[in-house]
């Protein structure tokens, strides 16, 4: 099993990034996918998670209208679209699968290794 996060770096305050999240090895549909982010000193937090068919998304406060989580089957992949990103968005963000409507981290089964995004305000 294998959750690959990739399309972090360093980006001014106001700008986009897109993060990508490549699975293998489970059946990709068959679970939810949700993104965590951690700050230095921070706990980890929500972000977003998207369901199976990408039919239903979460998103935390936080992110709501600036965020957008898909996911595309036919590839194994889901996107995290960050627009507007403040200084507070600064954090590694991870991707994970769940079988579950989960926002919890704990009850996320596989997690992927982390990519790094940092706003300068």
């Known amino acids: 099993v294998q959750l690959q996060a990739s399309g972090g770096g360093l980006v001014q305050a106001g700008g986009s990034l897109r993060l990508s999240c490549a699975a293998s090895?489970?059946?990709?549909?068959?679970?939810?996918i949700g993104w965590f982010r951690q700050a230095p000193g921070q706990e980890r937090e929500f972000v977003a998670s998207?369901?199976?068919?990408?039919?239903?998304?979460r998103y935390a406060d936080s992110v709501k209208g600036r965020f957008t989580i898909s996911r595309d089957n036919t590839k194994n992949t889901v996107y995290l679209q960050m627009n507007s990103l403040k200084s507070e968005d600064t954090a590694v963000y991870y991707c994970?699968?769940?079988?579950?409507?989960?926002?919890?981290?704990?009850?996320?089964?596989?997690w992927g290794q982390g990519t790094q995004v940092t706003v300068s305000s």
């Open positions: 998207i369901n199976w068919n990408g039919g239903s998304t």
């Open positions: 994970a699968a769940s079988r579950y409507a989960a926002t919890s981290g704990e009850d996320f089964h596989y």
């Open positions: 090895g489970f059946t990709f549909d068959d679970y939810v």
